[in-house]
């Protein structure tokens, strides 16, 4: 199959439209990583979205509306905390986790009773939206275990044959996935940390908002993920890559002393000049903003540069930081050394 890369154009949003709604895929930006979209009623073009990623089949996907009045059929009820999050956090880099309607297909959501939605920013997205009346599922359009991509051209390296169309509206904004919250049960949980954080969340609805430990620690054997995403490896880089927790003296020294051929190092702004291996940098110490969105296309960096080892700066846990930190402990396979 040829895939397209296309501008973003009145052309080119009409051919997306058109390829939604005869049950192809199309690859999109959003505000927060580029997607694969695929009409979410329809099971048979859904399927072709686990098969373009080699997605695991019991991994659900998340719904992509453009308006309140689109919720009707996808979701089954809107609770009052939707509601109250909906006004504080859409359009914008949040899923919800509600119980699913009628009109999802249950391919879309892996044959859970739940369907995560979410009302993205992007003016792309919501033109395609718009002009192809289709409410699409749309993940990260990475090969499955790769970094998600923020660019058409990473969203290309993976896609390449796979999929007829690539939109290009440039650099996504945020650089990490949305926040993913459930929402259908008795509290509020935090699935997947994203750029609205906890903290913001318990603002607006003034309650705790519970967080899954898989988040931040590995899985236990044996042990049921309550987003099934949370229990595959990810964002991996070919590199084997390594979290030094302490400070940058004892970091720079732990480099020194294991330089080698194919080891590099992945540190924050204005660090690598004073390290003794080569360095990607991944966004300013104290900006986890920047971190979370230089990270993929730096994991994706250090690929390109042949690295096979990695030693990475650790990021903080809180706020923006717990997205940063979950997605770099996911690419480092859960290895952290503490200095
Ligand atoms: O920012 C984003 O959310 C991007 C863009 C393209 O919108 N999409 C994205 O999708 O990150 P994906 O498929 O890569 O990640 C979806 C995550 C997975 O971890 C999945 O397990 C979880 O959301 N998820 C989806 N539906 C769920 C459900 N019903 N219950 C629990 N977890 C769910
Ligand atoms: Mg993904």
Not at 127 to 133: E, L, M, T, Y
Not at 226 to 234: A, V, W
Not at 305 to 323: H, L
Request: net charge negative; glycine share 8%; charged share 25%.
């Amino acid at each position: 199959m040829e895939t397209k890369v296309l501008p973003v154009s009145d052309e080119s949003l009409a051919l997306a439209a058109d390829l939604l709604r005869r049950g192809e895929l199309v690859a999109l930006p959003t505000e927060t990583v580029y997607g694969i979209a695929a009409d979410a009623r329809n099971g048979e073009a859904v399927k072709k979205i686990f098969e373009a990623k080699g997605r695991p089949q019991d991994n659900p996907l998340i719904v992509h509306i453009c308006g309140m009045e689109m919720l009707r059929g996808i979701v089954a009820e809107v609770p009052e905390r939707a509601c109250k999050l909906a006004a504080a956090f859409w359009p914008g880099p949040l899923t919800m986790v509600l119980p699913k309607g009628p009109e999802v297909s249950p391919v879309t959501c892996a044959g859970l009773d739940t369907v995560g939605v979410r009302m993205p920013s992007h003016p792309v997205v919501q033109a395609v939206i718009r002009r192809s009346g289709v409410a699409f599922a749309a993940p990260s359009a990475n090969l499955s275990g790769r970094p998600s991509p923020t660019n058409a051209a990473d969203t290309f390296a993976d896609m390449n044959g796979r999929l007829p169309l690539i939109l290009d509206g440039g650099e996504c904004t945020y650089g990490v996935e949305s926040t993913v919250v459930s929402l259908a049960g008795k509290t509020p949980m935090l699935l997947r940390p994203g750029y609205v954080t906890r903290e913001e969340m318990e603002q607006v609805l003034g309650e705790e908002v519970a967080v899954s430990h898989a988040i931040l620690e590995k899985l236990n054997e044996g042990e049921v993920a309550r987003s099934p995403g949370m229990k595959y490896k990810h964002y991996a880089p070919r590199a084997e890559v390594t979290i030094l927790h302490g400070s940058f003296n004892a970091y720079r020294k732990y480099l020194a002393s294991h330089a080698a051929d194919g080891v590099w190092g992945l540190c924050f702004d204005g660090e690598a000049a004073r390290l003794p291996v080569p360095c990607i940098e991944y966004g300013a110490e104290d900006d986890p903003a920047a971190q979370a969105h230089r990270l993929f296309s730096a994991l994706r960096e250090l690929d390109r540069n042949g690295a096979a080892v990695v030693y990475a700066r650790c990021p903080e846990k809180d706020g923006v930081s717990m997205a940063v930190y979950n997605r770099l402990i996911r690419a480092a396979a859960f290895r952290v050394v503490e200095l």
